[in-house]
């Protein structure tokens, strides 16, 4: 579904991105994992489209990306890092904005705020300021919003940052259900027990190289000592790199 071929983004003598590629295909989550600084926004934000790259292609579909006004463009759906909310308007105020940027209104987008509210768990709460809201909840409403226009690719940069543990599983459980509607996800973050859960397939990235493109079992076996053990992402550093993982 996604396919992005030798990415690469400088800015001006520091390579943030060098030479990525990998594939996501239909109901399968990828985990972009790297600590910060790795390069995952940056990746994230070439493939929405918020960013040129220097080098390399995204494919959506087997077909490239050709600039901003692809419709392609459209089956792409991002929950960016920060937040972009505004705190004085309603749930539902928030999410006609959001509609309104993909041309949606009328029955359409009422029939899409519904869905996407009620599948983030915030129907009851669609009349509140956002204001009112806890981290968990904006957090929940910025996934809706990145989700109305129901794209088949989603990007979600750090979903979880700030996020109370129940907000966490619930965020976990709407993915593991847009997993099933066949969604294509790709997921940054610097947590492993974030990609253990959710990721079919997990790529490290730390200065913007690709350091392992795997399944959990296969970081697991590389991984030695670690067969039984909780694999950390400390520990996964230390064997593909031979150094520890800065902070
Ligand atoms: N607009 C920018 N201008 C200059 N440097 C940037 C810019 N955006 C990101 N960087 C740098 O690129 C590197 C990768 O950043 P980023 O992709 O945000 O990492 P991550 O999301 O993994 O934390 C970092 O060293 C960061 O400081
Ligand atoms: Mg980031």
Do not use: C, W
């Not at 053990?229 to 993982?245: A, D, H, I, P, Y």
Request: net charge negative; aromatic share 4%; hydrophobic share 40%.
């Amino acid at each position: 579904m996604l396919t992005i071929n030798h990415l690469r983004k400088s800015f001006g003598s520091l390579v943030a991105v060098d030479d990525v590629s990998f594939s996501v295909e239909r109901g399968q989550l990828i985990g972009l994992l790297g600590p910060n600084g790795a390069g995952k926004t940056t990746t994230v934000s070439m493939v929405a489209g918020l960013l040129t790259a220097d080098k390399g292609e995204v494919l959506v579909g087997g077909a490239a990306l050709q600039g901003d006004t692809d419709p392609k463009k459209r089956k792409i759906g991002l929950v960016p890092q920060d937040l972009a909310l505004y705190d004085e308007l309603s749930a539902r105020a928030n999410l006609r904005f959001f509609g309104a940027l993909y041309d949606l209104s009328g029955a359409a987008l009422d029939k899409a705020m519904a869905a996407a509210l009620q599948l983030v768990g915030l129907a009851d709460r669609e009349r509140d300021l956002v204001k009112t809201f806890s981290g968990g909840m904006k957090r929940r409403l910025n996934l809706a919003a990145g989700l109305l226009h129901d794209p088949d690719i989603l990007l979600l940069d750090e979903p979880t940052v700030g996020v109370d543990p129940q907000s966490r599983n619930a965020i976990f459980d709407n993915l593991e259900e847009l997993k099933r509607r066949g969604k294509a996800l790709l997921y940054t973050t610097h947590y492993m027990e974030e990609v253990e859960r959710l990721a079919d397939r997990i790529i490290v990235i730390d200065h913007g190289k690709v350091i392992a493109d795997d399944t959990l079992s296969g970081l697991q076996a590389r991984t030695p000592g670690l067969g039984g053990e909780r694999v950390t992402l400390e520990s996964v550093f230390l064997t593909l790199t031979g150094r520890s993982l800065r902070d």
